[in-house]
C-alpha cells in the first residue's frame, strides 16, 4: 500500500515484515524504538523481533519509498501473546484468541504529524480485519482516543502513570471499521 502524505513526503510504503526479514530492519527500528519510549515502556529487540516471528503476530514498517528510509514501524500480536502487559489478561476476550494487541506504534521525530503512525494503525485494522479478528485494542497516552482521525476507538480502562512515565495511558478498543468504509 503507498498512501498519499502531506508535507514533503511523496510515497510512504507501508511493509509487512515475515520474522525471517527481521534482521533486515532490526537496526532502524530499534533506533526508533529508543528515541520514541521512555525507558520504563521501551521494547526490547527480542520482544519486538518475537512478534514479527510470531504466527499471529503484524508488524508492519513505513519506509519513504523515494530514499527507502524506515521511517515508522507498528507491532502487534494476539492478545494472549501480550499477557505480560499489565492487565490485559483482565480483557474479556483474554483467552478467546480473537483479539488483536497493539504492542507499539513509533514514527521517526523528524515524520511525525505527518499521518504516518495513522497510516500504520489503519493497515493493521485492514489485516486483522482481513485475517478474521474481531477485535484491535492498544493502550495509548491519556486524550489520544480522541484525537484518532480515521478510526474510531472506544476506551475501555484508564492506568495511571502508566509503567512509571507519569503519564495515563488509555486501554482502547479501535473499530475495524472506519467510517465511510
Not at 98 to 114: E, L, M, T
Amino acid at each position: 500500500m503507498k498512501p498519499k502524505l502531506s508535507r514533503m513526503i511523496d510515497t510512504l510504503e507501508l511493509i509487512r515484515i515475515p520474522g525471517n526479514r527481521w534482521k533486515e530492519f532490526e537496526s532502524a527500528i530499534i533506533q526508533i524504538e529508543n528515541v520514541s519510549f521512555a525507558p520504563s515502556i521501551r521494547d526490547e529487540a527480542e520482544t519486538l523481533q518475537r512478534v514479527a516471528e510470531s504466527a499471529t503476530g503484524i508488524f508492519l514498517v513505513a519506509r519513504v519509498s523515494d530514499h527507502f528510509q524506515v521511517v515508522g514501524y507498528l507491532a502487534a500480536d494476539i492478545i494472549e501473546n501480550c499477557g505480560d502487559v499489565s492487565r490485559i489478561q483482565t480483557d474479556p476476550h483474554f483467552g478467546q484468541r480473537d483479539s488483536i494487541y497493539i504492542v507499539s506504534v513509533a514514527v521517526k521525530p523528524s515524520y511525525r504529524h505527518r499521518g504516518i503512525g495513522m497510516a500504520l494503525q489503519k493497515e493493521c485494522l485492514r489485516i486483522a480485519t482481513r485475517e478474521g479478528y474481531i477485535r484491535v485494542t492498544a493502550h495509548v497516552a491519556r486524550g489520544t482516543t480522541a484525537k484518532m482521525r480515521g478510526i474510531n476507538g472506544r476506551v475501555l480502562a484508564t492506568a495511571e502513570n502508566w509503567y512509571d512515565t507519569n503519564t495515563a495511558f488509555e486501554y482502547t478498543l479501535l473499530s475495524l471499521s472506519s467510517p465511510g468504509e
